[in-house]
């Protein structure tokens, strides 16, 4: 009797599972039915870097506080004027009155900086990038403000504009409370301000600052150092990162970006990580335990989120390059001396897609209209290797995936090109096709009506 009934207890057991559709991830955490994990923040937002495909969102458009996430803004214009050689990393920056006050407030996050000293470039970065030292950044702000960080902050907005961020606003360079900055906040801004943003364009100038320079990631990915050794603003910086090797809450394959907290915008945090050639870009914006603030939720959420990742997508090789499509072996030409010529993909096509789901998509050719007449021949001369078209990878219901970068998904299509070139034909040759192509619509035009008698 007692066997019996461990037996139906299994059954029923097993029977509810099914219904509830609960899965469980390869770290044993469950996620609902969708697979899509129940992320307890404000906003929060996942994104593949190299395309910008969304795989999850939650209000990624709400305008929020960002704290100091601002940095990455800092950190992109630094990096910036050095690649165009306006700045060097050895270049000493002079300690202003309100860098140096600011960066004794150990209230907030700092390394010691004395009024008139100086220190290099690098030295300010890895404090500010690493230990998100206030002080240290306010420095660089100036330095690149030509002494004002008033105008360092138009640089910040001009570069948003630039780089297609929306619903974004800079008020000071560190991300803190301008509340926080003891009267100095930058001229034109009210001691209330807050700099905000959305988790989709926190993801997007994430995905910037680690495309256009990726050694950013070269010191975030620093788990300690000390700065000043040796010197009176010496100081053992720990990263704040605490998904770092090594770190408290350790994930592998983290290797950024930036956290942030203040009172406005509760604990962020963006997060970048690389596994099997895949990265990922997260954001947590106020991550939250229970519905309650918590320090350590960013990095709890975050792991939610980049477990789902990680755990359900991978990238796959539809296309290999030099590949035919199919159905679109050729275009046929007009005006030259041959009338087709073959086409193939130039390099790969590859695409996250969730796993088991390969079937729902199917590969779309679409050809140049600047490139082709009425009829859709392409037009002579043309060398090898002239880019006809696109592919990419379509759903067959049509509907699109979300992108960080709006509609165009162009890092989900390849170009397309002939395989040889192809001369235009002489004025001999083209009459030739000129008279033959009459005769071919006069002979078509006759064989109808003859059609129709009958």
């Known amino acids: 009797m007692k066997k019996q009934l461990h037996k139906v207890l299994i059954v029923m057991f097993a029977a509810l599972l099914s219904v509830s559709g609960v899965l469980f991830s390869a770290q044993g955490k469950a996620y609902a039915a969708s697979n899509e994990p129940d992320i307890d923040a404000s906003a929060a937002i996942l994104v593949e870097a190299d395309t910008g495909q969304i795989l999850y969102e939650k209000n990624a458009d709400a305008v929020l506080g960002i704290a100091s996430m601002t940095k990455m803004m800092t950190e992109y214009l630094v990096l910036e004027s050095i690649k165009a050689g306006r700045l060097k990393w050895t270049d000493e920056v002079p300690i202003s009155k309100y860098s140096s006050v600011i960066s004794q407030d150990r209230g907030l996050s700092n390394v010691p900086l004395l009024e008139g000293d100086q220190y290099t470039v690098k030295d300010l970065y890895e404090a500010m990038a690493i230990y998100s030292a206030n002080g240290a950044t306010i420095a660089l702000a100036e330095k690149l403000g030509n002494g004002s960080e008033a105008n360092f902050i138009k640089l910040m907005n001009d570069e948003g504009k630039k780089l297609g961020l929306e619903s974004y606003k800079f008020v000071n360079a560190t991300g803190l409370s301008n509340s926080l900055l003891k009267g100095m906040h930058p001229k034109g801004t009210k001691p209330t301000d807050e700099n905000v943003m959305s988790a989709r364009a926190t993801a997007k100038l994430a995905s910037h600052l680690i495309k256009d320079h990726p050694e950013a990631l070269e010191i975030s990915k620093i788990p300690k150092k000390v700065f000043g050794k040796g010197t009176h603003s010496q100081t053992e910086m720990a990263n ?215």
């Open 240 to 454: 704040w990162n605490w998904m770092l090797p090594g770190l408290s809450f350790e994930y592998k394959g983290v290797d950024g970006l930036k956290t942030g907290h203040t009172d406005f915008a509760g604990y962020c945090f963006t997060g970048t990580a690389v596994k099997n050639g895949v990265r990922y870009i997260t954001v947590i914006m106020s991550g939250k335990k229970n519905g309650k603030p918590e320090m350590n939720a960013r990095f709890t959420q975050t792991a939610k989120l980049l477990d789902y990742g990680f755990d359900n997508f991978e990238m796959k090789e539809v296309i290999p390059a030099n590949s035919t499509i199919k159905g679109h072996k050729t275009l046929a030409v007009a005006k030259g001396k041959e009338d087709s010529v073959a086409i193939k993909t130039s390099k790969p096509l590859k695409v996250l897609l969730k796993k088991g789901e390969e079937d729902k998509y199917q590969v779309k050719f679409d050809v140049d209209s600047k490139l082709v007449d009425k009829n859709g021949h392409l037009m002579a001369p043309f060398k090898k290797g002239q880019i006809v078209g696109k592919a990419a990878l379509v759903a067959k219901d049509d509907t699109t995936a979300d992108n960080l970068y709006g509609t165009d998904q162009k890092a989900v299509q390849v170009p397309v090109v002939t395989t040889k070139g192809v001369d235009k034909a002489n004025w001999f040759a083209l009459s030739m096709q000129s008279i033959g192509g009459f005769f071919s619509d006069v002979w078509t035009s006759a064989s109808d009506n003859v059609k129709a008698w009958f």
